[in-house]
């Protein structure tokens, strides 16, 4: 199942790549993303408060794109090394910034997102070692 299950992020990190990320709307009302105390409403979200926190993520930036650098299968998670690059609305100024996720799957579907600052935080929660 593990292989499935980096496909499924990897297709879901190809579209994010050039900035489509229509296939948030599919997360079912289960999804549970958990994020990084360091990010502006720190928490555990779930269903449309999921989705929506995304969204709003996505939406305060500018052509932004979020492209998959790593991909490790571990049973029912995959460990992601992220690339996003944008520009805040009204600046001409490119940001870049470097994230770590773990998705964990459940009957084959995305269940879990935890997003990390730190590559060996996201490393321990996939259950991997650097």
């Known amino acids: 199942m593990s292989e499935a299950n980096v496909e499924a992020v990897r297709g879901f990190y190809e579209k994010a790549a050039v900035g489509d990320f229509s296939p948030l709307a599919e997360l079912g009302d289960e ?16 269903g449309e408060a999921a989705r929506r926190w995304v969204r709003t993520w996505i939406e305060s930036f500018e052509e932004l794109t979020i492209e998959a650098t790593e991909l490790v299968g571990v ?23 470097r994230w770590w996720a773990v998705y964990t799957f459940r009957d084959g579907e995305p269940a879990r997102l935890q997003l990390f600052p730190d590559r ?6 996939a259950g991997l070692r650097d």
């Open 75 to 97: 049973g029912d998670s995959v460990f992601v090394g992220l690339l996003q690059r944008g520009r805040v609305p009204g600046s001409e100024a490119s940001i870049e910034g």
């Open 120 to 125: 060996t935080q996201a490393l321990e929660a």
């Open 31 to 46: 999804f549970e993303f958990v994020t990084s105390p360091e990010l502006p409403d720190a928490g555990t979200y779930r």
